[in-house]
């Protein structure tokens, strides 16, 4: 087996690898062989064969650990990551690979242990490899394999001895199953996942399938039980409902009638422990009996339409990789579960096998998906892609063969895809026809199928707000992508869901809400899956020794993609983003509104199939911020689907404050995800008494120039500005346009029309913004007057090389003891397109007391913008300016807290008044300036800041999802304009 032809071999496995199974529970004898591992990294694949040789002398070569990624170990010593999105980082050149191509060679010494069967078969068997492995026992090879996120088994019978043994190992980073793994994330070679020896019994099980079905409150199982004739009899038992059953024969297995039984589900996820036992081995199982089905465009499990609150969920952590760690993991699901997740897609491959037992226990609908993806080939016009290529045939069936087999047994999996971004063609279908005849329950998904030829729903990423809607009505004027009419009509018959959609990278993503609202409205949308759960970062440290989290580019690729890694809910260091805490006020399984005279609280169940009984909703009253009442609601039992409503308790107002009742669904005992009194929804109603508007400044009467030097209540000023505020250091305030781009700013607009005037198509706000200068403008006085008690400045901003421009006029004014400021902000006509923000900026050197802490009564408790505002609620908060703003993995605008009422900021604080409109401005608070945010790459490449600067916006733009998705929805762009903000300093 020559290496340069295996190399470019499609051909999935070679030698003595076994027939695909179950990954079971079983008790047969095994052995990990996880642990450290004699290793030598070399930079090419032309090698002798002297790994496998029982002779050589491994003493001089390194130690590693197994499972690892050698490019994590031993401080770049051996390689580094690579990131690509779809690039490929070598040639395209299917099926070849680069000589420079580096492998890894791994040795391990083992003692077969005494007592193992004699007539048992000794198999060795690998979780995860990338990318291929060739296996020696003994210096003779058993044999070779690809496929980095499956299974393979080898027997290695005949090789292994009693007492001591070499296991050799030679991995290749590269080979031609690259071509099908181009998946969005790291390149991270070597051995990442188990490692086990075991002897399987000659009267063992070789498979077990239980199949199981729900249906008028009872189950039922459809065995299939792979084993020969010695093995039998056999043996099913279900202690919990009372079944045994012995199949004496292999004609005998046949399907069982159970009884009654609870149903599993994603909320309700009953399991039942179940053994299969042969003569030689006993396997154990978690049951659940769900049934899953399409009827019409209905996506069903247990007879009830599924509605998909999903992640996208890589493998990924900054130390390991994607070495499965089962605390990490049960903690990550955990945490979906407090935040409404309700369904995973395994992007883009099968996870470790124990992810799935947790998602069984704890309850997740889970789409699996094969490890595919050939994205690279999109480049050139997708020309010698392999999923149209019959020499490819064997790899895509194989891929899809280990992905069902090894995983066929989880009720938690309710649908199969083929993999992600492989554009189309003969393979694939001919991988759907397989898993159709091997598991016709389970429906089969690949979104790249955009006819509807070889597929079962009807799949599509960030397609935006209008053209969903489109699909969930008939619309049968608007074409779908890629279709001939009669496609697009088969296709609406389908159920839809988005496999992804709200790219969910840096500050973002918007418009959460809406797409929520199409799947509440439009039976045929059974949701979908953020992109996605977490970000990639890799924790390195730089020259000086400072940690942070690493993306595409940080080690030096030759090609890469950036930043584009660091798209999740969830950063690097597990700490939840506000995206997904809006994303949890979103999917919020129960509704909670208000009846339109405020006298009932409507409580809408939004679940699949469990009631709203283990659920207590408490409430309280608060006036401005400050709690003055609370307890609990006489709520009915709420079944799914259905919606009750609840009398709301009197509610005492406020004479002169705001008046605001918060009612909370919790959980009224603790369940496996979250203690008891977790919030799982929210809502609240202004009951504020209407009353006249606050009084503005008064109008000067005369103005006369000046020299501006004036000391004014608690500020002095020179030449019209702010020199002192409080007796500390302060300027401003200085007009701010500009915020520090969010990944979403970055980003390409969407060709969709409905969102053309507020975006030009393949160009990028913040590339419009830097072009108009909005990050360099300036400043010129153009008068300052003085009147009794007041002060008075106008001035003109603007870029250099622009006609554009914004005329500014401050009004400070001492008034009841307080300094009132008003900002007039006004443009000329002709500013080209959206803009960032329109506020004020206030710079507060520390003066040897930093300003790093703030108290405010207003929306919180973490930062909103206007199409991100579901989970912000009115109260009183308190946070440190770390606390305030988000370490995005590139930095960027962060902070903004809309509508706020009051600032306290220790030596002063500041009352906001509405505008004309009876809008609130927002606040942030930052230790650098937009322009200083902007230009760093990394959070640790901030500049040292000796000052606070205190933002007042009138107005933010929108968030969006045009990193990769739709932009700003119209209604949330902001259009140049004129406007006013008001504030009130007291000290």
Same mark, same amino acid.
Request: net charge negative; with cysteine.
């Given at each position: ?119 048992? /078969? ?15 026992? @003994? ?8 496929? &980095? ?15 001591? @043994? ?31 020896? &075991? ?39 279900? #202690? ?64 009830? /339409? ?84 019959? /020499? ?351 990944? @979403? ?37 153009? &008068? ?16 250099? @090389? ?88 590139? #930095? ?44 760093? /790459? ?50």
């Amino acid at each position: 087996m020559p290496v340069p032809r295996l190399l470019s071999d499609t051909a999935p496995a070679h030698g003595a690898v076994r027939t695909p199974r179950s990954w079971l529970h079983s008790d047969v004898p095994s052995l990990s062989l996880n642990g450290e591992w004699r290793f030598r990294l070399s930079p090419s694949a032309d090698l002798p064969d002297d790994v496998a040789s029982p002779s050589l002398d491994d003493a001089a070569w390194d130690s590693l650990p197994v499972p690892a990624h050698w490019v994590l170990q031993g401080d770049g010593r051996y390689g580094r990551p690579i990131y690509t999105n779809v690039q490929f980082p070598f040639p395209i050149e299917p099926p070849f690979v680069p000589d420079e191509n580096p492998t890894g060679d791994y040795r391990r010494h083992f003692d077969l242990p005494a007592g193992w069967p004699d007539d048992a /078969r000794i198999v060795l068997r690998f979780d995860g490899v990338e990318s291929l492995y060739r296996v020696w026992v @003994n210096g003779t090879e058993a044999g070779a394999a690809s496929g &980095s996120r499956l299974a393979h088994e080898f027997d290695v019978t005949d090789l292994v001895r009693a007492g001591a @043994n070499l296991l050799s190992v030679r991995v290749h980073q590269w080979s031609a199953a690259s071509y099908l793994e181009d998946q969005d994330q790291w390149w991270l070679p070597g051995i990442f996942r188990d490692v086990t020896l &075991s002897a399987r019994p000659a009267d063992g099980l070789e498979d077990v399938w239980l199949r199981t079905g729900f249906a008028d409150g009872r189950g039922t199982i459809d065995p299939e039980v792979t084993a020969t004739d010695d093995a039998f009899p056999v043996t099913l038992r279900l #202690p919990e409902l009372g079944v045994e059953v012995v199949w004496a024969t292999p004609a005998e297995v046949a399907p069982v009638a159970i009884g009654a039984v609870d149903p599993w589900t994603a909320e309700s996820p009953r399991l039942y422990d179940a053994t299969v036992a042969s003569r030689g081995e006993t396997v154990s199982l978690r049951v659940g009996f769900r049934t899953v089905e399409i009827r019409g465009d209905r996506f069903l499990v247990n007879g009830r /339409r599924v509605v998909f609150h999903g992640m996208n969920r890589h493998e990924t952590h900054p130390e390991r990789g994607r070495v499965f760690d089962e605390e990490h993991a049960r903690a990550e699901l955990i945490r979906m579960k407090r935040f409404n997740v309700n369904a995973i897609r395994t992007s883009h491959y099968p996870p470790h096998p124990r992810l799935l037992d947790l998602a069984d226990e704890l309850g997740f609908w889970v789409v699996l998906e094969c490890d595919l993806e050939t994205h690279g080939f999109e480049k050139a016009g997708w020309r010698d892609n392999p999923s149209d290529d019959p /020499r490819w045939r064997d790899a895509y069936l194989d891929r899809m063969r280990r992905t069902v087999e090894r995983d066929k047994n989880h009720p938690a999996i309710v649908m199969w895809s083929l993999g992600n971004e492989s554009g189309t063609g003969a393979n694939l279908a001919a991988m759907s026809a397989w898993v159709h005849d091997r598991d016709p329950e389970r429906p089969v998904h690949y979104e790249g199928d955009y006819t509807g030829e070889y597929t079962d729903v009807y799949s599509r990423m960030y397609s935006s707000v209008p053209e969903t809607e489109q699909i969930g009505t008939d619309g049968s004027l608007a074409p779908l992508l890629g279709c001939t009419p009669a496609q697009g009509a088969r296709q609406r018959t389908k159920p839809f869901l988005l496999c992804e959609y709200a790219h969910a990278m840096g500050n973002g993503p918007g418009a959460l809400d809406q797409y929520e609202a199409l799947a509440d409205a439009h039976p045929r949308l059974h949701g979908g899956f953020v992109w996605e759960w977490r970000d990639h970062g890799i924790l390195t440290r730089t020259a000086d020794g400072t940690p942070f989290y690493a993306y595409g580019g940080d080690f030096g690729e030759v090609v890469h993609d950036g930043n584009f890694v660091m798209d999740g809910m969830v950063l690097s260091n597990d700490l939840p983003t506000p995206g997904l805490h809006e994303f949890a006020a979103v999917a919020q399984p129960v509704a909670l509104t208000f009846s339109e005279g405020a006298e009932q609280l409507i409580v809408a169940n939004r679940r699949h199939s469990a009631s709203a009984a283990d659920l207590t909703l408490q409430w309280r009253v608060e006036h401005d911020g400050r709690e003055t009442a609370s307890g609990v609601l006489e709520a009915p039992t709420v079944a799914a689907g259905d919606a009750e409503r609840v009398a709301l308790p009197a509610v005492p107002r406020s004479d002169d404050g705001e008046t605001w009742l918060t009612v909370e669904a919790v959980l009224s005992e603790d369940a496996p995800w979250a203690p008891a009194g977790h919030v799982v929804a929210r809502a609240q109603l202004d009951r504020t008494p209407s009353r006249a508007a606050r009084r503005g400044s008064p109008a000067a009467a005369e103005w006369r120039d000046s020299a501006g030097t004036v000391d004014l209540g608690l500020a002095s000023f020179d030449r019209g500005g702010l020199v002192r505020l409080a007796g500390r250091r302060a300027s401003g305030p200085r007009l701010e346009l500009f915020r520090a781009p969010t990944d @979403n700013d970055e980003g390409a607009a969407s060709s969709d029309p409905t969102y053309s005037d507020a975006s030009i198509a393949g160009v990028s706000s913040a590339q419009l913004w830097r072009e108009q200068g909005l990050d360099r403008l300036t400043h010129r006085l153009v &008068s300052v007057q003085e009147a009794p008690g007041a002060l008075r400045t106008v001035t003109r901003v603007s870029a250099a @090389n622009s006609v554009d421009s914004v005329t500014v006029e401050t009004i400070w004014a001492a008034i009841d003891g307080e300094l009132e400021l008003r900002v007039e902000i006004e443009p000329t006509a002709g500013w080209p397109s959206v803009w960032p923000r329109i506020g004020v900026r206030f710079d507060l050197p520390d003066d040897g007391s930093p300003i790093d802490t703030a108290e405010w009564f207003g929306t919180g408790p973490l930062e909103s913008y206007p199409d991100s505002t579901r989970a912000a609620y009115v109260g009183r908060f308190r946070a440190s300016i770390d606390q305030l703003n988000v370490e995005y993995a590139r #930095p960027q605008e962060t902070g903004h807290r809309t509508a706020v009422r009051e600032v306290d900021l220790g030596t002063f604080a500041f009352t906001t008044l509405a505008d004309s409109r009876g809008r609130l401005p927002g606040f942030s608070l930052s230790r650098h300036t937009p322009q200083q945010v902007a230009a760093a /790459r990394h959070p640790h490449e901030l500049p040292t800041s000796d000052t606070t600067h205190l933002f007042v916006d009138a107005a933010q733009h929108g968030l969006g999802s045009r990193a990769c998705g739709p932009d700003v929805w119209p209604e949330f762009a902001l259009r140049p304009e004129a406007r006013t903000l008001q504030v009130r300093f007291r000290a």
